[in-house]
């Protein structure tokens, strides 16, 4: 076993930052827009892979109620260079971080980790996986975060460009989140398998060599010899 502080105050950091990363790259309100001239007209919300619509749920009494959910872009839609390449980084840190989770959790409970490896790791979570996903806020400057971008055939009137939301906050916490679990190992310090102190066990025995007809013989005097069979035998 190792100790256990070590590797779970930077598994708890970068847990909550992975799932941050999650819901920027596939909640559907990561940023919105909004109608420049028309406040009636709906903001539009979405994400990476995800948009907001609105859809309607009918009942059997001819009743019926306006719901929103999250839905996947249709396959088709254009999407220009830096949408893909947000989508990219975003795949990215997730893989990886789920990666760098499961060995900084169960690595050190299988086999030992040296310190320039568990450094290793620390640097990842520090500089690597904070610059991936802070590149995911390249869809920002992707055409459909620009201005009057026609996203839906229903936005008609003029909108701006994109606007912060929920999903993005999280981003930014998921970058603060990696930060801090690569922080943490390096604070930690590589864990250290504990072993057992149990001293090993210890026999005193005496032997007597003693000359019998030409042959010399071993008898043990005191103890009992390695190996020997310590079940008692009674004595006839």
């Not at 994400?47 to 001819?62: A, H």
């Not at 500089?127 to 996203?151: A, D, H, R």
């Not at 390096?186 to 149990?198: D, H, I, M, Q, Y």
Request: contains cysteine; charged residues 15%; aromatic residues 14%.
């Amino acid at each position: 076993m190792c100790s256990d502080a070590k590797v779970v105050f930077p598994a708890i950091f970068a847990v909550a930052a992975c799932t941050c990363s999650a819901l920027f790259t596939f909640f559907c309100e990561s940023v919105q827009v909004e109608s420049i001239t028309d406040a009636s007209l709906p903001t539009v919300e979405f994400g990476l892979y995800t948009t907001k619509r609105y859809y309607i749920q009918e009942f059997p009494d001819n009743n019926y109620k306006v719901k929103t959910g999250c839905f996947y872009f249709d396959e088709d839609y254009p999407f220009d260079s830096k949408w893909k390449t947000a989508r990219a980084f975003g795949i990215m840190t997730i893989v990886l971080g789920g990666l760098a989770i499961i060995a900084s959790i169960f690595g050190p409970f299988c086999y030992p980790i040296s310190d320039s490896m568990w450094k290793a790791m620390a640097g990842l979570y520090l500089v690597i996986l904070p610059l991936f996903q802070g590149l995911t806020f390249l869809m920002l400057q992707s055409e459909l975060c620009s201005e009057n971008s026609q996203i839906f055939d229903f936005m008609e009137g003029d909108y701006g460009g994109c606007q912060w939301n929920s999903g993005s906050t999280a981003n930014v916490c998921g970058v603060i989140l990696w930060f801090l679990a690569g922080a943490a190992m390096l604070f930690a310090g590589a864990p250290v398998r504990e072993t057992s102190n149990k001293p090993a066990a210890t026999h005193e025995v005496t032997y007597e060599q003693t000359e019998n007809g030409g042959v010399n013989e071993v008898d043990v005097v005191k103890g009992t010899a390695p190996g020997a069979d310590t079940e008692e035998h009674p004595s006839n």
